[in-house]
């Protein structure tokens, strides 16, 4: 009895010893973790959160007289960023300029989100059903735009659409118009800018989902008495749907944001959230103002993400 | 009771890449019948051309020329969609984003059938297959065998005048292949539809047909039942593809109908049996089956002569692998006997008796 249990006791001690050794050895590998990862944390911390908790602070102030905010707390930026004091009557109405703006922005970044796909689509299906080593080729000329500064490409389009530019050039050459149509300086042009700028990202997720489609599954759907049009609803749309909604996401959020897009090619009329924000910070000297207005687009950009975690995880209940 | 046809190949070549530099003749001029109801197989090795005739009368490709009826109703044109022959793929191809009964309904649903007849349907195909307790379960959560039933009750559901399967078996393991190929031929019984299966192997070829078709390079080499393909084979390919054959230079003599009087090397002379393609007098070649011949102890008593080089024991036969006096290999499969006093030892100077009418001539 004495020996079994001084046996025991001894084992028991090894194995204390045994459990206290790895668990100084998880220690130090939490430590080391934790050192590995606090640049990036310090990073977050300093370029992300304080700026947003200064934006936050920033829009329950006051404007300041020349620019910046005066320390009087006050929900105004908030209530003025869809509605309006009447000048005369002093009673609140609706800020038709900022909701024409807010609507024109989810306008023109769903308008871009939609077209990107429809070009999208079928140019990624076909990149997906080349030979393997045409593929690479149509992938670099898909990102070859992106090589260059946004600036730099939105000029581009500017000299192509503009009254004097390529296209008018062509179509009245052509016949098909006889005064040139005026394209610059209207949403036409936004929405035409940001889809060419935005078109690699929708094409490329959508690519990434083609490529791993077993065509197989198309010849047994054709087998199986589907149309073309049934075999695109029910099989292949179903299949790429991680695709179509990453593709979606990635245009539409630069896209609501856009700055330099709406900024070159939509002049005055044709601002966008991001120039509205701009706006703010800057001739207007209503710094609260742009940051409720910053928020607020943080705001939608989130809900878009909701949505689009919501639906993968409602497709992908195990993982 | 005469034999409708259920599908008329005639005619029918296919080349692909025509007119470049990697132009291949994947068929040429392939023409076969396949009655109704029949268990009809496409054998050959692989790139024989099996496969894209399956192909060609499930729509997938169109013949370079001749034309593909069924029963009786030109559908070369057709794209696959129109053609009331469906598929079993060899890797299945099922849908992974349905369920397998959403994977069974759907040809039904794309013809438009009620949604009643089409619960019905499934039910019945579910029960068909013996898959109702996973009707259910996603495609990735049932396994390789499972699969394959569902593929085949896929298949199946909307009725098809022919189905076609793309060596469905391929992918599983033997013990159950052995199982499908008997649950194949149940459901092809069951369902009264014509069946043209591909497949390389050449037992599953004989198990299950009634009527094989022997491919290679594109050509069809030889149609029969199983038991003709086996008994009679036209050519040495056939032959040398199906089962285990020894051949032997003999030259013809005389014919009388069918048969025929060949003589050995040794200058025995027998009766031999005459392919249905015509056969050029003099030097021709015959084959014979191992299993159709018999060692004797008494050399002068056997048809051949030889010396045995090799005898493994299988258990149920021994195999022994002698050269022949004319200098000719050759293979004999005897059946073991329980009073069997142990294998003739190599070295043994030999017999060989060849059964009655188990010498089959070639055509080529």
Redesign the interface.
């Given at each position: 009895m004495a020996e079994i249990g001084q046996s025991g006791s001894r084992a028991s001690t090894l194995i204390g010893i045994g459990a206290k050794a790895a668990i100084e050895a998880e220690k130090r590998e939490l430590k080391t973790r934790w050192l590995l990862v606090s640049p990036a944390i310090v990073i977050i911390c300093l370029a992300g959160f304080l700026p947003l908790t200064i934006i936050l602070f920033y829009s329950f102030m006051s404007p300041g007289p020349y620019a910046g905010v005066s320390f009087e707390p006050t929900f105004r930026a908030w209530i003025f960023l869809i509605l309006e004091e009447d000048l005369f009557e002093e009673t609140l109405g609706l800020n038709y300029a900022h909701i024409s703006i807010f609507s024109r922005s989810i306008g023109l970044a769903l308008g871009t989100t939609i077209l990107t796909l429809i070009i999208g689509f079928p140019t990624a299906y076909f990149i997906a059903t080349r030979p393997i080593r045409q593929r690479n080729f149509w992938l670099f000329m898909i990102s070859l735009p992106f090589w260059s500064n946004l600036l730099v490409r939105t000029f581009a389009i500017m000299m192509f659409i503009r009254e004097q530019g390529f296209v008018n050039h062509v179509l009245l050459y052509l016949g098909v118009i006889d005064k040139p149509l005026s394209i610059m300086f209207t949403p036409t042009a936004v929405w035409i800018g940001l889809v060419y700028a935005y078109l690699p990202l929708m094409v490329m997720p959508l690519y990434a989902s083609m490529e791993k489609l077993d065509f197989r599954l198309i010849e047994a759907a054709y087998d199986l008495y589907a149309s073309r049009w049934k075999v695109l609803q029910k099989v292949i749309i179903p299949l790429v749907k991680p695709g179509i909604v990453a593709g979606s996401i990635l245009v539409f959020i630069p896209s609501i944001g856009a700055y330099v897009t709406p900024k070159i090619l939509g002049g005055g009329k044709s601002l966008m959230l991001g120039n509205l924000i701009s706006n703010q910070f800057g001739t207007s000297r209503d710094w609260p103002m742009g940051s409720a207005l910053a928020l607020f687009l943080m705001a939608m950009v989130m809900v878009a993400l909701i949505i689009y975690v919501r639906n993968e995880s409602r497709n992908n209940p195990g993982g | 009771m005469s034999v409708t046809v259920a599908v008329d190949v005639c005619g029918v070549s296919k080349i692909f890449g025509a007119g470049t530099e990697q132009q291949v003749t994947a068929l040429n001029d392939v023409s076969v019948s396949i009655a109704q109801n029949e268990f009809f197989t496409l054998l050959g090795p692989s790139g024989c051309g099996k496969t894209t005739l399956l192909r060609l009368i499930?729509?997938?490709e169109h013949p370079t020329q001749g034309s593909i009826l069924l029963e009786g109703a030109e559908i070369s044109a057709l794209?696959?969609?129109?053609r009331p022959?469906?598929?079993v793929?060899q890797?299945y191809?099922?849908?992974?984003?349905m369920s397998v009964s959403q994977n069974i309904a759907?040809?039904l649903e794309?013809?438009g059938r009620p949604s009643d007849e089409v619960a019905d349907t499934v039910h019945t195909m579910l029960n068909l297959v013996k898959m109702e307790d996973l009707k259910d379960r996603r495609i990735d959560q049932i396994s390789g065998g499972q699969q394959q039933r569902v593929a085949l009750a896929?298949?199946l559901a909307?009725r098809p005048k022919v189905l076609l399967l793309d060596e469905p078996l391929s992918a599983l393991d033997l013990k159950l292949r052995k199982e499908m190929q008997l649950e194949l031929k149940r459901l092809q019984h069951e369902t009264g539809i014509t069946f043209i299966f591909v497949t390389h192997d050449q037992e599953e070829a004989l198990t299950m047909s009634d009527r094989v078709a022997v491919m290679r390079d594109g050509e069809i080499h030889q149609i029969g039942s199983p038991q003709d393909i086996y008994n009679r084979p036209n050519n040495r390919f056939v032959a040398d593809f199906i089962g285990e054959s020894n051949f032997l230079e003999v030259q013809l003599l005389s014919r009388h109908g069918s048969t025929a009087k060949v003589k050995f090397a040794n200058g025995t002379e027998l009766d031999a049996t005459l392919p249905s393609t015509d056969v050029i007098a003099g030097s021709i070649t015959v084959i014979v089956r191992p299993e159709h011949t018999r060692l004797t102890a008494d050399k002068s008593a056997g048809h051949l002569q030889g010396v045995v080089n090799d005898a493994v024991y299988f258990g149920t036969d021994t195999h022994y692998y002698l050269t022949l006096d004319s200098g000719e290999e050759f293979v004999i499969r005897q059946q073991n006997q329980r009073g069997d006093r142990g294998k003739i030892s190599s070295g043994t100077q030999v017999g060989i008796t060849i059964n009655e009418d188990s010498i089959q001539v070639l055509a080529g």
């Amino acid at each position: 009895m004495a020996e079994i249990g001084q046996s025991g006791s001894r084992a028991s001690t090894l194995i204390g010893i045994g459990a206290k050794a790895a668990i100084e050895a998880e220690k130090r590998e939490l430590k080391t973790r934790w050192l590995l990862v606090s640049p990036a944390i310090v990073i977050i911390c300093l370029a992300g959160f304080l700026p947003l908790t200064i934006i936050l602070f920033y829009s329950f102030m006051s404007p300041g007289p020349y620019a910046g905010v005066s320390f009087e707390p006050t929900f105004r930026a908030w209530i003025f960023l869809i509605l309006e004091e009447d000048l005369f009557e002093e009673t609140l109405g609706l800020n038709y300029a900022h909701i024409s703006i807010f609507s024109r922005s989810i306008g023109l970044a769903l308008g871009t989100t939609i077209l990107t796909l429809i070009i999208g689509f079928p140019t990624a299906y076909f990149i997906a059903t080349r030979p393997i080593r045409q593929r690479n080729f149509w992938l670099f000329m898909i990102s070859l735009p992106f090589w260059s500064n946004l600036l730099v490409r939105t000029f581009a389009i500017m000299m192509f659409i503009r009254e004097q530019g390529f296209v008018n050039h062509v179509l009245l050459y052509l016949g098909v118009i006889d005064k040139p149509l005026s394209i610059m300086f209207t949403p036409t042009a936004v929405w035409i800018g940001l889809v060419y700028a935005y078109l690699p990202l929708m094409v490329m997720p959508l690519y990434a989902s083609m490529e791993k489609l077993d065509f197989r599954l198309i010849e047994a759907a054709y087998d199986l008495y589907a149309s073309r049009w049934k075999v695109l609803q029910k099989v292949i749309i179903p299949l790429v749907k991680p695709g179509i909604v990453a593709g979606s996401i990635l245009v539409f959020i630069p896209s609501i944001g856009a700055y330099v897009t709406p900024k070159i090619l939509g002049g005055g009329k044709s601002l966008m959230l991001g120039n509205l924000i701009s706006n703010q910070f800057g001739t207007s000297r209503d710094w609260p103002m742009g940051s409720a207005l910053a928020l607020f687009l943080m705001a939608m950009v989130m809900v878009a993400l909701i949505i689009y975690v919501r639906n993968e995880s409602r497709n992908n209940p195990g993982g | 009771m005469s034999v409708t046809v259920a599908v008329d190949v005639c005619g029918v070549s296919k080349i692909f890449g025509a007119g470049t530099e990697q132009q291949v003749t994947a068929l040429n001029d392939v023409s076969v019948s396949i009655a109704q109801n029949e268990f009809f197989t496409l054998l050959g090795p692989s790139g024989c051309g099996k496969t894209t005739l399956l192909r060609l009368i499930a729509g997938f490709e169109h013949p370079t020329q001749g034309s593909i009826l069924l029963e009786g109703a030109e559908i070369s044109a057709l794209p696959p969609f129109q053609r009331p022959v469906n598929t079993v793929f060899q890797n299945y191809a099922l849908f992974p984003h349905m369920s397998v009964s959403q994977n069974i309904a759907f040809g039904l649903e794309m013809q438009g059938r009620p949604s009643d007849e089409v619960a019905d349907t499934v039910h019945t195909m579910l029960n068909l297959v013996k898959m109702e307790d996973l009707k259910d379960r996603r495609i990735d959560q049932i396994s390789g065998g499972q699969q394959q039933r569902v593929a085949l009750a896929r298949a199946l559901a909307p009725r098809p005048k022919v189905l076609l399967l793309d060596e469905p078996l391929s992918a599983l393991d033997l013990k159950l292949r052995k199982e499908m190929q008997l649950e194949l031929k149940r459901l092809q019984h069951e369902t009264g539809i014509t069946f043209i299966f591909v497949t390389h192997d050449q037992e599953e070829a004989l198990t299950m047909s009634d009527r094989v078709a022997v491919m290679r390079d594109g050509e069809i080499h030889q149609i029969g039942s199983p038991q003709d393909i086996y008994n009679r084979p036209n050519n040495r390919f056939v032959a040398d593809f199906i089962g285990e054959s020894n051949f032997l230079e003999v030259q013809l003599l005389s014919r009388h109908g069918s048969t025929a009087k060949v003589k050995f090397a040794n200058g025995t002379e027998l009766d031999a049996t005459l392919p249905s393609t015509d056969v050029i007098a003099g030097s021709i070649t015959v084959i014979v089956r191992p299993e159709h011949t018999r060692l004797t102890a008494d050399k002068s008593a056997g048809h051949l002569q030889g010396v045995v080089n090799d005898a493994v024991y299988f258990g149920t036969d021994t195999h022994y692998y002698l050269t022949l006096d004319s200098g000719e290999e050759f293979v004999i499969r005897q059946q073991n006997q329980r009073g069997d006093r142990g294998k003739i030892s190599s070295g043994t100077q030999v017999g060989i008796t060849i059964n009655e009418d188990s010498i089959q001539v070639l055509a080529g």
